[in-house]
């Protein structure tokens, strides 16, 4: 509850900062409905030309959107802001004040910056999935779509680690201000399931960077390909993720010599 009341805060303060670049806000709402439109058309031209893409049907590949905009609304409204927010600190020292808070720092350098308009994107996303399995015709029931919520939110903590561990490098490297290029650069990749990619980039962003992890699985689950065992296999890779995850980041911490060094 205490953690919640600290994110509750976070929204509060961070949405008064918003209110007050509010044409910003609606440009950039403006901007992802064009981008939505741009996915849709493409989706369009490719299955004008072919019945499916990797085995998967329009639906599918319109639901996966809607998992990926899922995806895209998380880290946009977390793990960019904080990125930006993070190198700053460390360079600048500024750090030094939210170690000295009685609050895990982890939880504070993760959460304390929230571009909250970025959340009205999740409206869009669940529209898109709900429309996606319609139109895909698949039978799905309420223990897919148990599995599915499950799959979502342990895919997104997987990226969540993995970017807590690219960050922590810059305890070690303090220049290392592209430490999450490659997890930006290959987030399109999860706009396609990861069976139409060859067999190295399948790799890359299934157990390297596990875009696929976050979007693709999660689509399985609805689609009723993926057992029981599966999901607990899914679950247990999110667990150990984040605990290793800690655990850089528990490191890295003991190592930042701050700005009065």
């Given amino acids: 509850m205490y953690f919640l009341r600290l994110i509750s ?17 609606v440009s950039e709402i403006l901007l992802d409905l064009i981008w939505l439109a741009w996915e849709l058309l493409s989706l369009q031209i490719i299955f004008s030309n072919t019945v499916s893409l990797g085995g998967w049907g329009m639906g599918e590949l319109i639901a996966l959107l809607g998992v990926l905009m899922t995806v895209n609304t998380f880290m946009s409204a977390l793990i960019w802001p904080n990125t930006e927010k993070f190198n700053a600190s460390v360079r600048d020292g500024s750090l030094d004040y939210m170690l000295l808070q009685p609050v895990n720092s982890m939880f504070l350098v993760s959460f304390s910056r ?24 698949e039978i799905t029931t309420p ?31 303090t220049k290392f201000d592209n430490n999450v290029t490659i997890l930006q650069a290959l987030t399109d990749t999860g706009r396609y399931p990861v069976t139409v990619y060859p067999w190295w980039l399948r790799v890359i ?12 699985v999660p689509v399985q689950a609805l689609r009723g390909e993926l057992t029981g065992w599966n999901v607990l296999v899914f679950l247990g890779v999110s667990a150990i993720a984040f605990f290793i995850a800690s655990r850089v980041w528990k490191v890295g911490v003991k190592r930042y010599s701050g700005a009065s060094s």
């Fill in 9 to 25: 805060t976070f929204i509060k303060v961070n949405l008064q900062m918003s209110l007050a670049y509010r044409s910003e806000a």
């Fill in 205 to 216: 962003v299934t157990y390297i960077v596990p875009i696929g992890l976050a979007t693709t």
């Fill in 114 to 137: 929230i571009t909250v308009w970025r959340l009205a994107d999740l409206v869009i996303a669940i529209v898109l999935i709900v429309v996606g399995v319609n139109m895909a015709g």
């Fill in 143 to 173: 223990l897919n779509i148990l599995m599915f919520t499950l799959l979502t939110i342990s895919g997104s903590l997987v990226i969540y680690s993995l970017w807590i561990v690219l960050i922590a490098f810059t305890f070690w490297f």
